[in-house]
């Protein structure tokens, strides 16, 4: 079987949502949906929709007054948690502490690079972004 990277990174995704509206594995969701994120920032995009490695990068100017600012600054903010649920041998981290709010950005920030790269969304990922913005409200 030849997949496309956006074929699996749709797969992770899709995967990371169905488990979110069941209300199970929310470790796994964060790992699915930020891998998935990950791969699709790196896809050609379908339209000028930014990044929401992108965006976190702009809010952080902002918030810091700091234009040199660069996504190297912000990445472990952005893939911290994603590598804490993914590796067993970070020195002095035997737990991990995951909360409703790690689950959402990371579907949000896949659920984004999945409308940039032009991706029409299953009935998973509309329902967990309708869930996700009615918990956010």
Do not use: W
Not at 33 to 39: F, K, L, N, Q, V
Request: with cysteine.
């Amino acid at each position: 079987m030849r997949l496309s990277k956006l074929d699996i990174a749709i797969g992770h995704l899709e995967a990371a949502c169905m488990l979110y509206l069941a209300g199970r594995h929310p470790a796994t969701v964060v790992l699915l949906a930020g891998t998935a994120e990950d791969m699709l920032r790196a896809l050609p995009p379908a339209n000028d929709t930014p990044t929401i490695g992108e965006h976190m990068l702009n809010v952080a100017k902002q918030m810091c007054a700091r234009q040199d600012l660069a996504y190297r600054d912000i990445k472990e903010d952005m893939v911290g948690l994603r590598n804490a649920v993914k590796h067993a041998n970070r020195e002095g981290e035997n737990h991990v502490d995951l909360f409703p709010v790690d689950e959402h950005r990371y579907l949000l920030g896949a659920l984004l690079n999945a409308f940039r790269c032009g991706t029409d969304f299953s009935a998973a990922m509309t329902e967990a972004y309708v869930r996700i913005a009615d918990a956010e409200c």
